[in-house]
Antibody
Framework: QVQLQESGPGLVKPSETLSLTCTVS????????WSWIRQPPGKGLEWIGY???????NYNPSLKSRVTISVDTSKNQFSLKLSSVTAADTAVYYC?????????????????????WGKGTTVTVSS | DIQMTQSPSTLSASVGDRVTITCRAS??????LAWYQQKPGKAPKLLIY???SLESGVPSRFSGSGSGTEFTLTISSLQPDDFATYYC??????????FGGGTKVEIK
């Protein structure tokens, strides 16, 4: 079955750019939407954005000015960059897949919940 | 943004209890609601989608209901493995995707 694995630095300095990669194994990155979600220590979940395998994106307006999500289909990976980080960006960062279903009558149907999650990676912003 | 409000924030219950968690949306989201279970140090796990559809492999003691702005997640008979935090998430056509604040189910 499909598995996701986040990777990247666990410590980022304030004002620098946080960069994470999610590697998809056990399946193709094609035909799906892929998302990043984060969870500050002791708090709830926050959606960051998603990307279609073809490269189209949507971001949370609260982070849009600082976020870039990209995809590399040749490596079966997608990535997150978050610029100008502060301590408020300290969180566990998860990558996840959004499901798609094929129906004979209506074709491909995309849904914007997350059915497969990576284990998460902790990123601390500190000097 | 669509605000999702869960209640209660914490719930104390015993094994075998019937447990109900409520999630309210600030505007109608039809049935575009998912529920997740999260255990400490672990990623969220999908339980329910489209308000009442059970994800494959999820025990049948979990059920979801509701539409519009009010939704519930019910655990018919709480098991030891069910002590966790539960989140709802709306995926209506309007972005951003948003989550409820979470409900922690504790041992009574």
């Amino acid at each position: 079955q499909v598995q996701l694995q986040e990777s990247g630095p666990g410590l980022v300095k304030p004002s620098e750019t946080l960069s994470l990669t999610c590697t998809v194994s056990g399946g193709s990155i094609s035909s799906y939407y892929w998302s990043w979600i984060r969870q500050p220590p002791g708090k709830g979940l926050e959606w960051i954005g998603y990307i279609y395998y073809s490269g189209s994106t949507n971001y949370n307006p609260s982070l849009k000015s600082r976020v870039t999500i990209s995809v590399d289909t040749s490596k079966n990976q997608f990535s997150l960059k978050l610029s100008s980080v502060t301590a408020a960006d300290t969180a566990v960062y998860y990558c996840a897949r959004l499901p798609v279903y094929y129906d004979f009558w209506s074709g491909w149907n995309y849904y914007y919940y997350m059915d497969v999650w990576g284990k998460g990676t902790t990123v601390t912003v500190s000097s | 943004d669509i605000q999702m409000t869960q209640s209660p924030s914490t719930l104390s219950a015993s094994v075998g209890d019937r447990v109900t968690i409520t999630c309210r949306a600030s505007q109608s989201i039809s049935s575009w609601l998912a529920w997740y279970q999260q255990k400490p140090g672990k990623a969220p796990k999908l339980l329910i989608y489209k308000a009442s559809s059970l994800e494959s492999g999820v025990p049948s003691r979990f059920s979801g209901s509701g539409s519009g702005t009010e939704f519930t997640l019910t655990i018919s008979s709480l098991q030891p493995d069910d002590f966790a935090t539960y989140y709802c998430q709306q995926y209506n056509s309007s972005l951003p995707l948003t989550f409820g604040g979470g409900t922690k189910v504790e041992i009574k």
